[in-house]
């Protein structure tokens, strides 16, 4: 049950937020105003650090050509007639939204067991992680697995969202199937006939054949890897390593691979591995369709919260994004 810290807690909380959006006091149910977006957005760059480093951008329509907010190659030249001028942009890739409800609720005794342990400001902490946060990793969830758009979703058979909405890959895959392999195997040994001794060589290698010629030195490329083949690939070279130096390298797997900055972003594919640059990834959310529902249910003892929105995900450049959907490590034969 509530007590009366508790109480007044989440009494200032809902307050707060209802003045923040501009709404009725008193408001279960309220539109979010323009500067109210910004700050939502920059809140939600704020909640995951890998949030702040993708595009999260808002679109006025539902449906619309993509903008790639990268570098976007040669832009400098001399023309036959006129000016030189490189258009910004893709011809043909094209976004669309669709709708999109997070909710999530907190049981009444759970805020008192917050309330209890700690200062207004950590119940407040709590109370933000709880939603804001969750809300933003779903984000994440989605980009990274999202497959389709069920009308209603199964999130028992679709624990990462599978279904909420077309991630980024799925979308690669429709568009510029290209840029997409199925698989690749990684073989230390050198055994297993067109396998990759180590991850530098395979990034190396998709960077050489999938990313267009003009992004292939771009400085801003990085490396999204998935935990399993870098918890492989750390296996292997602590293994091999004789000296500080290598343990060394074996730890720091992590952050490079075949010289670009990598990254083991939280839901992404555990045998996945994607080149491209981070603000090539596109949260795209419709201005003015933002709506936030919170309530205090004493009938259900909880209190509830939505953010409901017009929501969708692009590829910024698509010449400039290559994948690998299944990277399998070939595990080393038995000693005899």
Sequence with gaps: MLNAVSTGYLMEFCA????????????????ITPPMET????????????????????????????????DDGLSTGRAAEGRFSTE???????????????????????????????????????MKNAIARRFALDMLRVGFNGTSIAEPTDPVNNPLGQDVNKGWLTIV???????????????P??????????????????????????????PDLVVLVGSDLVAAEQHR????????????????????????????????????IWVTNLKNLQILTQTGTQWRNQKNNE??????????????YAVGNMAKFAAIENVTVVEPEPAA
């Design 16 to 31: 707060a937020t209802v003045t923040a959006a501009g709404a009725q006091s008193g408001a279960r149910m309220f539109n």
């Design 39 to 70: 700050a939502l957005r920059q809140a939600i760059m704020q909640s995951h650090a890998f949030l702040g480093m993708i595009a999260l951008l808002p679109v006025l329509q539902i449906k619309g050509q993509v903008i790639d907010v990268g």
């Design 88 to 126: 910004v942009g893709q011809k043909g890739n094209t976004y669309e939204l669709t709708k999109t409800d997070s909710g999530a609720h907190i049981k009444w005794e759970t805020m008192t067991q917050w309330a209890n342990s700690g200062q207004k400001g950590e119940w407040l902490k709590l």
């Design 173 to 187: 895959k429709e568009k510029k199937a290209e840029q997409v392999l199925a698989e690749a195997k990684l073989d």
């Design 189 to 218: 040994t050198g055994k297993t006939a067109g396998a990759y001794k180590n991850l530098d060589s395979l990034v190396q290698d998709l960077i050489n054949t999938t990313i267009a010629p003009e992004h292939q030195e771009d």
């Design 237 to 272: 070279l602590l293994e091999a390593a004789e000296t500080p130096t290598e343990h060394k390298a074996a730890q720091s797997l992590a952050k490079t691979i075949a010289g670009k900055q990598a990254y083991k972003p939280p839901f992404f594919p555990k045998a996945g």
């Design 299 to 312: 009938d259900t003892l909880r209190f509830e919260s939505n953010h409901i929105r017009m929501e969708g």
